[in-house]
């Protein structure tokens, strides 16, 4: 085909799509103000399509030129580059625009800043085996010496598919490189030359095209290239649809007619010197493998090599157990390129590109990646780079990024039984130190930024920030969960410099119930800023599980380090209790018990295994340890401790005695989480008790308040006479439709309590208790209409004696019904009965429960003069109340009255009343019914902030 007669086409093609691109400009113009920049840049792109429809066309018009079906052609497209084009900039490999096509030559190898500064952050991400008789042969010079020759054999055909497109269209290079209509062009063309090459033809049938769609996947190996085809085939048949990143709207539909014609004579890729074999990956999810070094380093000793440790996991002794959160601290290109060269002595399991997800798997999951930097942590987790930063000028990590991640985790934890909770998923912040030396060096990421809370709700399993909060005791096993909203914005420096405000997932620890007092430190970081982002030892990160120490009001200890660490904790709001768990304390009558970085075997394991007794082989972290009195929480396997292990690779090749061997101790070690980091005990230094149990919150009990706004808080009861409710927490919008809200019975702190609602409308609803107390009722149903014919009603706990309860209303003559409960959310009212006449003489009812002691629910009334009267509870739903009592006068100062029931835990209801200028009054049930309360106490003001209290 010449060039002149595509320039015919070309100038045909405008004339057919003028017209569709003017309508879609008009169609899609709202939408231009969220294209970037680039979207009017070139003169081409404004030429050929409109903005939003061009790439669509020119898939269409392409696969018209070269006869290939167009669902083929933008499948493959899709899942080279999800149709992105990158902006023409080459992907970390070296692949180009829309159809991905590759081109790599030496001169595009050195992506590499040389700035004196980019030195020892590139040399903290190497040497990462956490094994000393590893670390022995990293050599820094080398290592950074080498990271500047090139990581790829850029002979390698298959890093040249764009040259070879380029030619088959008679344009340049750099043309295909930059330009999408012409990636597109190229790619039609290649696959066009791939299919005439596997059968002769250009078929119609998208199927028939399965021998080209394999081959330009550039797989060398025949699974690869069957992976690649299998992917495509499932975007035709089910169909893709995105919008890119530059404002493309793009469209392939479902064709689920078309079966892939497999054969078994594929022709593949020109075969390379690596082998890829296929990602283990979720499907659905974006992957590649890109391989790590596995290279020997020096031409005398065999047991120096990079960047892993070829094994056979999991199998006895290098169980997979736990996942660990990186972030690369740099690009993806640099850090693939690093895990590339040999020399850096690191590598991952997985790396994570910010952009758009994609998932690379660097190293199989059976070998032992080095990421860590501990030994035993590498020997039993998966390591999953994220490209990003801890810190940098407020950074934070992209959503397909968080997942991506979060799909890929999500896959392997079940694959190996991994529990999804954050002893199991954590952050390379959270692994400890091998030895002493170690323990200062180990590094901080994924940092603040990391929004723990966002990640494991993603997994599937909810820290439980955002929670009710709640009361907390001594012994109790509590996740530490801080929002990662502007609720908590914690002071970080960067070497000193402040970082911009922002959520994070920490909170700070002092020394005292105190932000004035110390903060934590912990013994190996010497002296440090308490706000530098790396200063991990004063920060409980979001999600760990701790034993609370101690709890004063908004404060609770846990114990953490060895130390009674304190954190800010308005209204238990940033813990969650979880239930009894398995703790760890010393053994009876020790002292302080060691607490180890790593869990090798003891010595006379290695004997007869061809493996050495390692250097310090039986090393503690000496300035940890561990007195009576303190708790941590299992951060391992439940139930049983893990037996000490050691794999040792050995020789390069696996040759020789003892290469490849994994000796298994008879000594036993307990995974805790000891301070911000996980950390190993001896089995046999302690004893595993059950965390004390947390309160119930059966005995709690709870008041609401609706704003001005609608919005509904809870106050959760703390069973404290003097401070009766915790900090509110906000249930949800739009009350505000309702008129009156009542309580059937008491609403406790453990999200039970049935309430009723009539809205503006008359219609009255139920709102059954859930259990949960962050999301107390569940989701509405309709009692009824006709609610309207009533000037008051309240929910009045059981007045007949059956159980259930009941319901008082007053209708506007002044007679009281009784509407008795039948103990069914459907139909929650039997037919009334009246009660009496004369009701019009109160202007407040409230129920209270049992005031009088006799077990039987009463009512208090005030009349239009102010005084109070007690309505006791008969039982008998023909007659349930007794002649009234007087309880006293005065009480026309209140705006509201309520019975929440007991709120000071003696067993005896309560009642609290607002003033009109908002103070709220608590006044102590006596349990006599000749004088029923005691002498009111304030215990709070601002409640006329509230125009209904629940
Ligand atoms: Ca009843
Ligand atoms: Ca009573
Ligand atoms: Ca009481």
């Known amino acids: 085909m010449s060039a002149g007669h595509r320039r015919d086409r070309k100038k045909k093609r405008l004339l057919v799509y003028g017209v569709a691109s003017a309508m879609a400009v008009a169609a899609t113009a709202g939408t231009l103000a969220l294209a970037t920049p680039d979207l009017f840049g070139t003169q081409d792109a404004q030429a050929a399509g409109a903005p939003g429809t061009r790439l669509q066309s020119d898939f269409a018009e392409a696969a018209k030129e070269f006869h290939v079906p167009q669902s083929v052609l933008m499948a493959v497209a899709y899942r080279q580059t999800r149709w992105e084009d990158h902006d023409g900039l080459p992907s970390t490999t070296g692949a180009y625009n829309v159809m991905g096509l590759t081109d790599v030559d030496a001169t595009d190898l050195d992506g590499h800043d040389s700035a004196a500064d980019q030195r020892e952050l590139q040399l903290s991400h190497m040497n990462l085996s956490g094994d000393p008789a590893v670390e022995k042969h990293f050599d820094a010079q080398r290592a950074l010496k080498s990271l500047r020759k090139q990581p790829v054999d850029t002979g390698d055909p298959r890093l040249h598919t764009l040259d070879k497109a380029a030619d088959l269209i008679d344009a340049s290079p750099e043309k295909v490189q930059s330009d999408a209509k012409q990636s597109i062009r190229a790619g039609a063309a290649l696959l066009a030359q791939y299919q005439k090459e596997a059968t002769g033809s250009l078929p119609d049938d998208p199927g028939a095209w399965y021998p080209a769609v394999a081959r330009a996947g550039q797989s060398p190996d025949r699974k690869g290239a069957e992976l690649f085809a299998k992917r495509v085939f499932e975007s035709i048949t089910t169909g893709e649809s995105r919008i890119t990143t530059d404002g493309q709207t793009v469209t392939l539909p479902a064709d689920p007619t078309v079966r892939p014609k497999h054969t078994s004579d594929l022709q593949l890729a020109a075969a390379a010197t690596d082998t890829a074999p296929a990602p283990d990956c979720p499907t659905g999810l974006n992957c590649d493998f890109r391989p790590a070094a596995y290279k020997q380093n020096s031409s005398t000793d065999n047991t120096d090599f990079g960047n892993y440790g070829v094994a056979n996991r999991p199998t006895t002794g290098h169980e997979i157990r736990y996942i660990v959160i990186h972030d690369t601290e740099g690009g993806y290109a640099g850090s693939l390129a690093s895990f590339q060269n040999s020399n850096t002595y690191a590598s991952a399991h997985y790396l994570i590109r910010a952009s758009d997800g994609l998932v690379t798997q660097v190293v199989q999951n059976k070998d032992e990646a080095w990421h860590a930097a501990n030994k035993s942590m590498n020997m039993h987790s998966i390591g999953i780079e994220h490209e990003g930063y801890a810190i940098k000028d407020g950074s934070w990590y992209t959503e397909p990024q968080y997942e991506s991640s979060a799909a890929l985790v999500k896959y392997l934890a079940a694959k190996y039984d991994i529990p999804l909770d954050r002893e199991h998923i954590i952050g390379h912040d959270e692994v400890p130190g091998v030895l002493d030396a170690n323990v200062k060096s180990q590094h901080w990421d994924p940092g603040p930024f990391w929004d723990w809370n966002h990640y ?157 007794v390692q250097t310090s082989n039986n090393a503690s972290l000496t300035k940890y340890g561990f007195a ?180 008082v209303a007053r209708d506007k003559s002044g007679v009281l019904w009784l509407y008795k409960g039948t103990g069914t959310t459907s139909a929650p009212f039997a037919t009334r009965t009246q009660i009496g006449g004369g009701w019009n003489m109160f202007n407040a009812l409230a129920d209270t429960g049992d005031l009088t002691g006799d077990g039987k629910a ?93």
């Open 456 to 612: 494991m709700q993603l997994l599937g399993a909810p820290t439980g920030a955002g929670g009710a909060g709640g009361l907390y005791k001594a012994g109790q096993v509590i996740r530490v969960v801080p929002p990662f909203t502007t609720a908590n914005q914690p002071k970080i420096t960067n070497n000193g410099a402040s970082v911009p405000t922002q959520p994070a997932d920490f909170v700070y620890l002092y020394t005292s119930p105190s932000t004035g007092s110390a903060p934590i430190t912990d013994p190996y970081l010497g002296s440090v800023s308490t706000t530098e982002g790396w200063n991990w030892g004063n920060k409980a990160v979001a999600g760990g599980e701790y034993v609370v120490a101690e709890a004063r009001g908004d404060w609770t200890a846990i114990w953490y380090g060895g130390q009674k660490a304190w954190f800010y904790n308005k209204g238990g709001q940033f813990a969650a209790a979880v239930g009894t768990q398995d703790v760890v304390v010393p053994k009876a009558g020790s002292g302080p018990i060691a607490v180890y970085g790593r869990t090798y075997p003891e010595d006379a394991a290695y004997a007869g295994t061809g493996v050495g």
């Open 628 to 807: 009576a009195g303190q708790q941590y929480p299992l951060a391992g396997p439940a139930g049983s401790p893990v037996n000490g292990s050691y794999y040792n690779s050995g020789a390069f090749d696996g040759s020789g005695t003892g290469s490849r061997t994994v000796v298994v101790g008879s000594n036993t070690f307990y995974p805790i989480r000891y301070n911000h980091r996980i950390a190993w005990v001896r089995a046999s230094d302690v004893d595993v008790v059950k965390s004390t149990a947390p309160d119930p919150g059966t005995d709690r009990y709870n008041i609401l308040g609706r704003d001005s706004s609608g919005v509904l808080w809870q106050y959760q009861g703390s069973g404290s006479a003097s401070a009766p409710f915790l900090t509110r927490y906000r249930v949800g919008s739009g009350w505000n439709t309702y008129d009156i809200v009542t309580s059937l019975t008491a609403l406790r702190a453990d999200g039970t309590g049935d309430m009723v609602a009539r809205d503006k409308d008359g219609v009255l609803w139920y709102y059954k208790g859930s259990g949960n107390p962050s999301a107390p009722f569940r989701a509405r149903t309709k009692v009824g209409g006709g609610w309207n014919m009533f000037d008051t009603f309240t929910g009045a706990r059981d007045l007949t004696g059956d159980g259930k309860a009941d319901l």
């Open 858 to 950: 009463d009512l208090v009334a005030r009349d239009k003069s102010g005084v109070l009267w007690l309505y006791k509870g008969t039982g008998s739903a023909s007659a349930p109340f007794a002649t009234r009592t007087r309880i006293g006068g005065g009480w026309n100062t209140y705006t509201v009255l309520r019975g929440p029931s007991d709120l000071n835990r003696d067993g005896r209801p309560d009642l609290v009343a607002r003033d009109s200028s908002g103070v709220l009054w608590f006044y102590k049930g006596t349990g006599s019914a000749s004088a029923p309360f005691a002498t009111r106490t304030q215990i709070g003001s601002g409640w006329n902030m509230f125009n209904m209290i629940v």
